[in-house]
């Protein structure tokens, strides 16, 4: 395979080659799919806060596995299964897509777009919950909870 750099010009081979990686990462990070990862972290971000907000609004985990995180360890439980995912799927789609770049360029694109799943279904569900909760009530439960409130 040739390297990126030799292609860095040619941005339809350089799509061809790992996406848009030829354009370089919005915050200087290394590897292929940088922009891609860093969406797919923006929504990891939001299906955290999302599912806490979910659950401490009444509302149930969907996920047996993060369900389990959360029953044992609260939120930090999500988090920590939301950072191993996400660091999963980069090492995945970085091994890939140095054997078969495009191969790599479509994990990390569906990566973005099953995330994007539970972001919206989360958010319905917010606001759904919200419309039959006390908004302040709940802003006071996480201030009790020592949860960042903006």
Do not use: C
Not at 31 to 55: H, K, M, Q
Not at 58 to 71: D, F, T
Not at 80 to 105: D, F, H
């Amino acid at each position: 395979m040739r390297p990126l750099r030799a292609i860095e010009n040619d941005p339809s081979r350089a799509a061809l080659a790992g996406g848009l990686a030829w354009q370089g990462s919005i915050i200087g990070l290394p590897g292929r799919y940088t922009r891609f990862y860093e969406w797919y972290a923006i929504l990891a971000f939001l299906d955290i806060v999302l599912t806490w907000s979910v659950l401490r609004l009444g509302g149930a985990e969907a996920n047996w596995i993060a369900a389990v995180a959360v029953q044992a360890w609260g939120v930090w439980g999500l988090i920590i299964l939301k950072a191993m995912t996400v660091a999963a799927v980069v090492m995945i789609a970085e091994y890939v897509g140095r054997r078969r770049p495009g191969l790599g360029w479509g994990l990390a694109v569906l990566a973005i777009v099953l995330n994007l799943l539970p972001v919206v279904v989360g958010s319905s569900h917010l606001a759904t919950l919200a419309g039959h909760a006390s908004m302040p009530d709940y802003w006071v439960v996480m201030a009790q909870e020592g949860a960042v409130v903006f």
